[in-house]
T-cell receptor
Framework: AQSVTQLDSHVSVSEGTPVLLRCNYS??????LFWYVQHPNKGLQLLLK??????LVKGINGFEAEFKKSETSFHLTKPSAHMSDAAEYFC?????????????FGTGTRLKVLA | EAQVTQNPRYLITVTGKKLTVTCSQN?????MSWYRQDPGLGLRQIYY???????DKGDVPEGYKVSRKEKRNFPLILESPSPNQTSLYFC?????????????????FGEGSRLTVL
């Protein structure tokens, strides 16, 4: 079965320290992978996406993610957290092959940034 | 501006009173979908539509209906709302050509509709 696992439901970091949000996926196909951010009372905004080009993907606001096929992972990182990064983050897999077209969402990681 | 527009953004209603949440996109996307978001459960798909001719159930379709009469609109209908449908609802769309050439594009989301059923 296809699935997405976000390994931490909550992550707390201090402002200025690195951020690591972990995502593992399970897929029979070569997936497309996305990270979305959701600020309070807002919709989901795309941070970055992987679609079988470069395995290191750069996104908006200094975020990046690395696709590691051998580890079936797509972890999100940022070198230095900012207060404005406090939000909920979703890892999403798109399965698009053999008549299947489905987005599968992780359950989210809430990032807290401490002053 | 490319966008997905949902209405209403907030609604409080009572059990059994039919309601419709509208969704419209201006990006000429084929694919549209509805999700509900509940604490600890992430986003769960209610219904999706590959194009105006194809609509199908997602993971949690019970109690909901949809309609896709034209490409840009995809309303969500709650015929007889119940308290367990209290949730935050999102409409989303993406570019999709056909099953032989599925795009790998991202979903574009509306701002969400917070529904409370008393």
């Amino acid at each position: 079965a296809q699935s997405v696992t976000q390994l931490d439901s909550h992550v707390s970091v201090s402002e200025g320290t690195p951020v690591l949000l972990r995502c593992n996926y399970s897929s029979s196909y070569s997936p497309s992978l996305f990270w979305y951010v959701q600020h309070p009372n807002k919709g989901l905004q795309l941070l970055l996406k992987y679609t079988s080009a470069a395995t290191l993907v750069k996104g908006i606001n200094g975020f990046e993610a690395e696709f590691k096929k051998s580890e079936t992972s797509f972890h999100l990182t940022k070198p230095s957290a900012h207060m404005s990064d406090a939000a909920e983050y979703f890892c999403v897999v798109l399965l698009a092959a053999s008549g299947t077209y489905k987005y599968i969402f992780g359950t989210g990681t809430r990032l807290k940034v401490l002053a | 501006e490319a966008q997905v527009t949902q209405n209403p953004r907030y609604l409080i209603t009572v059990t059994g009173k039919k309601l419709t949440v509208t969704c419209s996109q201006n990006m000429n996307h084929e694919y549209m979908s509805w999700y509900r978001q509940d604490p600890g459960l992430g986003l769960r798909q209610i219904y999706y539509s590959m194009n105006v001719e194809v609509t199908d159930k997602g993971d949690v379709p019970e109690g909901y209906k949809v309609s896709r009469k034209e490409k840009r609109n995809f309303p969500l209908i709650l015929e007889s709302p119940s308290p367990n449908q209290t949730s935050l609802y999102f409409c989303a769309s993406s570019f999709y050509r056909n099953r032989d050439f599925p795009d790998t594009g991202e979903l574009f989301f509306g701002e969400g509709s917070r529904l409370t059923v008393l």
